[in-house]
């Protein structure tokens, strides 16, 4: 899987891409990569989950679920009462990102259950 480099990953041969919310969108990625490519999907809310999963997308990462010293740019945090939402409007498979350590994960994992 190639994060965010949809050329990267065609001239590899990669197995997919994760595209975020500003790059190519889903029906250019499903051309350039063909069907059986795995595509992911940034989403930060309920709008932008069922949007990817309408256009194909495979999964959704979504995040950020707590702070997170591992990006550079000004995160938006969403939390885990905002992926319990997500995985109730959506089919697809949904992984939580950013922030989450041992403590934070078991957090995550009472809330959705």
Wanted: proline share 4%.
């Amino acid at each position: 899987m190639i994060n965010d480099n949809l050329p990267v990953a065609k001239k590899l041969g990669a197995a997919g891409v994760h595209l975020g919310q500003d790059d190519l969108n889903m029906a250019e990625a499903r051309a350039l990569l063909g069907p059986d490519a795995i595509i992911g999907i940034s989403a930060h809310n309920v709008e932008e989950a069922l949007l990817a999963e309408q256009q194909g997308a495979d999964y959704l990462g979504v995040g950020a679920m707590y702070p997170t010293g591992s990006k550079k740019d000004d995160v938006s945090v969403i939390g885990p009462e905002a992926l319990k939402k997500l995985l109730q409007a959506v089919k697809i498979p949904v992984v939580g990102i950013g922030g989450i350590t041992l403590k934070t994960y078991n957090d995550i994992r009472k809330q959705v259950q």
